[in-house]
């Protein structure tokens, strides 16, 4: 049992570890395609104007609520859940 609660430790920490870099990531990516969807839209005021930042600052709000509750079912709880009902299945069939 001890060995178990472990191995769950040690998969939650890289998980976190994981999720952590995902988000920062995925923001980014995001951001960088919000920027160029603004000078796309709008070629006569590229660069960095108080609203294109409110247009990205609107934008990231939204994409982050559904993506903090996407990576967490994705990277936090879906593996441990893998792992548990392979224990289970292994050690009980």
Known sequence: MMAFLRLIGMVLVI???FYALLTV???STRREALEKE???RHPGRAGDTPERREFIRRSMRGFSRRLRGRLAFLVLVLPVVA???II???NYD
Do not use: G, H, M, P
């Open 15 to 17: 998980e976190a570890l």
């Open 25 to 27: 990531y995925l923001r």
């Open 38 to 40: 603004w000078d796309r």
């Open 83 to 85: 792992i548990v009902a």
């Open 88 to 90: 289970i299945i292994v």
